[in-house]
């Protein structure tokens, strides 16, 4: 099932949702942080790797000669022996296309490729990453993490999900030869978003045990807005409130862009792009430094901006 036929079957995208989402029993700072601290049996100690937040923006980007693939085919240069960073002994990817009640980790062996969309041309169905899963490390980390609400959990599925395109569309420019484990972490949408920033905190430590978080979204979704001309006021104004709290490592405020109220809503109809930014920002601590590239607003609702912290 298609990400937003998932959305809404699960009566997931509704207003009264989005409403509800808003008021929280707590904040993020008040929350407690844990996150994985124990090293984990399936993975070795590494430098500390960066953190990404990527703006996606159309499937056609992994297969078309423009700035954001080549801004990717750059990226990915950068990591290797004697490079700006080392090799990732892992992707943990965490797509804007991957929705579910509860949160859960792709567990299998070898991971399909999904194309989840339609309307674009063959060559782009025709696209594979046949990238390795990481199945033990799938499980010792699903026993690790701890859901941020009572009785809630995160689970390994087997054989529903694969790689999506907010994953391998990215990806396979960045790491062509797929090569490097690759593993996804589902969003659980019924979720406030402060709670999706809270599991990002603990998934801060696994930077140390050679892991490569990627959150895959865009800063501004808006399909329903979409035009040739110049960029709507709200996506640019969306755009640099958001540019403005990470500028300033106001990472618990990502959290809270609800109260933006009707600036929220134009920028995001549903906020699944946007929630992949709280993983990536709640993994990042408070030595590293970030980096903004791709800044640019497209089809006057898409806002392409991605951020490496390093």
């Known amino acids: 099932m298609q990400r937003r036929q998932l959305l809404s079957a699960a009566g997931l ?3 009264m949702v989005a409403s509800a989402l808003v008021q929280l029993p707590c904040s993020a700072s008040a929350a407690a942080k844990s996150q994985v601290k124990t090293p984990m049996k399936t993975l070795k100690s590494s430098p500390k790797m960066p953190v990404l937040f990527l703006g996606h923006g159309s499937p056609m980007n992994a ?40 949160w859960w980790l792709t567990g299998m062996q070898n991971p399909k490729t999904i194309h989840d969309f339609g309307g674009f041309p063959q060559e782009l169905f025709a696209q594979q990453y046949p990238a390795p899963g990481a199945p033990a490390v799938a499980e010792e980390l699903s026993k690790q ?11 390994v599925d087997m054989d529903k999900w694969g790689l999506d395109h907010g994953t391998w569309s990215v990806l396979k420019p960045m790491f062509p030869n797929a090569n490097i484990p690759v593993m996804q972490l589902s969003m659980d949408y019924s979720r406030a978003p402060v709670e999706h920033y809270m599991l990002g905190q603990q998934l801060r430590e696994l930077r140390n045990q050679g892991v490569l978080i990627v959150g895959s ?9 979409i035009t040739n001309g110049k960029p709507h006021d709200w996506n640019i104004e969306f755009d640099a409130w958001t540019a403005a709290q990470m500028a300033d490592r ?3 405020e990502l959290a809270n862009f609800l109260k933006l109220g009707n600036l ?25 430094n970030m980096t903004t590239f791709n800044d640019s607003l497209t089809m006057g609702s898409i806002s392409m901006r991605s951020v490496i912290w390093s």
């Open 13 to 15: 995208i509704s207003p």
């Open 63 to 102: 297969i078309e000669d423009n700035a954001y693939r080549r801004s990717w085919q750059a990226l990915g240069k950068e990591f290797g022996e004697g490079k700006k960073y080392p090799t990732p002994s892992l992707i943990l990817c965490i797509s804007a296309h991957w929705i579910t009640r509860g």
């Open 145 to 155: 993490l701890v859901s941020p609400i009572p009785k809630g959990f995160v689970g």
């Open 217 to 225: 979204g865009n800063i501004v979704h808006n399909l329903r807005m």
């Open 250 to 252: 106001n990472y618990d």
């Open 264 to 288: 929220a809503t134009m920028a995001h109809p549903t906020h699944d792009h946007y929630l992949p930014l709280l993983y990536s920002a709640g993994a990042v601590d408070g030595k590293d």
